[in-house]
């Protein structure tokens, strides 16, 4: 089954959020390595202890194409094949004259935009890489972002998919309150759809938080036949439901990108359905509170996949707030002498001008506020256990 598998990562995002410049696939999160590094040494894994070739394809942008293509260069030697293709371009409106910002298809690259990962199956397609994958007998399409570390090639959910016949699988998980905003699958006059938060009218977004109402929701983890893929773009039969995202352009015009979801052609499939998968597959980081925890001793990291580190009690990750000081990845890199140590962590909030040694123990429930002009410096080997640290603390070397 392996044999006619390709996995495709999502690649089109940049790292703008946590303070970086380039593809986001390039930031270092686990033992100096990046999400790409750690892609590409799972699925060369796979491909030498199962006898495959499964092909790892990136989708990218035209924000992140230039970088990528320079990164993948040092794959070179490893038994993995990589494909790189681009994602489209499309115009960015202006929303008080829904008239096109560039005027010409060579206008800077501020103009454009990516539309979203719903137009992974038109790209592909264009791209030629959509019939090479069936001439070289690849039936499945394992997609997921690059950014989510969790979304591992699992043999068991590929022979349920091969088994079930069915063209389109997505996986879902149980939503927790740090989870409201992720798109849900629902039924619509019989028809299996997703349901994302922008498409929710704003007297029914309270009502779709609720995680009593929607318990699970979708990690874009997506496992989908390459001929049904032909078959409808061929067919143009792909007609998914519009996100209006409304955005500000570096001139401070209010502009409007019309953008689709990947997961949202599962309507489109036949036999499509969702399959509860554990917490463990959905692993995204999508800020430095993220990153603060899959660079600590809560995983272990063996051939570019992370598990939860077996000494942990209970199986639920803490939750963590990082303010404003650790936005940016350079920042946060910089308040830490070592990744602290958070196998008993619950719950970390920490504000203000805050720095930690090395060897630092969190436990229980920390919270560190260093009020507005202040700054507290946590002590190498220190032990903090269900602690309120607030105020002043500066401890000074001689």
């Not at 750690?38 to 202890?49: D, Y």
């Not at 038994?79 to 371009?89: E, G, P, Y």
């Not at 007609?239 to 953008?259: C, F, H, P, R, S």
Request: hydrophobic share 40%.
């Amino acid at each position: 089954m392996l044999g006619k598998l390709a996995v495709l990562k999502l690649n089109g995002g940049l790292g703008t959020t946590m303070g970086c410049v380039g593809p986001k696939s390039a930031i270092e999160v686990r033992d100096g390595m990046s999400f790409l590094d750690l892609t590409v040494r799972q699925i060369e894994h796979l491909n030498r202890k199962s006898e495959v070739n499964v092909p790892l394809l990136l989708m990218n942008s035209f924000n992140t194409s230039e970088e990528t293509y320079r990164m993948v260069q040092k794959f070179a030697n490893h038994k993995v094949d990589i494909k790189n293709f681009n994602q489209s371009r499309f115009p960015r409106i202006k929303k008080d004259t829904f008239m096109p910002v560039p005027v010409s298809y060579d206008s800077d690259l501020s103009s454009w935009y990516p539309p979203g990962h719903g137009d992974l199956f038109e790209a592909l397609a264009n791209s030629g890489l959509l019939d090479k994958l069936i001439d070289d007998g690849k039936e499945y399409l394992f997609i997921s972002n690059i950014d989510n570390l969790g979304a591992t090639v699992d043999t068991t959910i590929l022979k349920h998919v091969v088994e079930s016949g069915a063209e389109f699988v997505m996986e879902v998980t149980d939503k927790t309150k740090s989870d409201i905003k992720g798109g849900t699958l629902v039924d619509y006059n019989g028809q299996i759809r997703l349901l994302e938060i922008a498409q929710v009218p704003n007297e029914h977004v309270e009502e779709f938080k609720s995680v009593r109402k929607f318990k699970i929701f979708n990690t874009n983890n997506l496992w989908v036949s390459t001929k049904a893929i032909k078959r409808l773009v061929d067919q143009k039969a792909l007609n998914m439901e519009i996100i209006v995202n409304y955005k500000t352009a570096a001139n401070g015009d209010a502009v409007i990108q019309l953008e689709t979801a990947v997961g949202a052609a599962i309507k489109h499939f036949e036999g499509a359905h969702g399959i509860n998968v554990p917490r463990s597959r959905f692993l995204p980081v999508k800020s430095t509170s993220d990153l603060f925890l899959v660079t600590s001793d809560l995983y272990s990291q063996q051939q570019g996949v992370l598990s939860m580190n077996s000494n942990r009690m209970f199986k639920t990750v803490p939750v963590v707030k990082l303010g404003d000081h650790f936005k940016k990845v350079q920042d946060f890199m910089s308040r830490f002498s070592s990744p602290p140590h958070i196998l008993d962590l619950d719950h970390l909030t920490v504000t203000g001008d805050v720095t930690f040694g090395k060897d630092v123990t969190l436990k229980g429930t920390v919270i560190i506020v260093a009020n507005y002009g202040s700054r507290i410096d946590i002590p190498s080997g220190s032990i903090l256990d269900d602690k309120v640290v607030s105020g002043n603390l500066r401890i000074l070397d001689h």
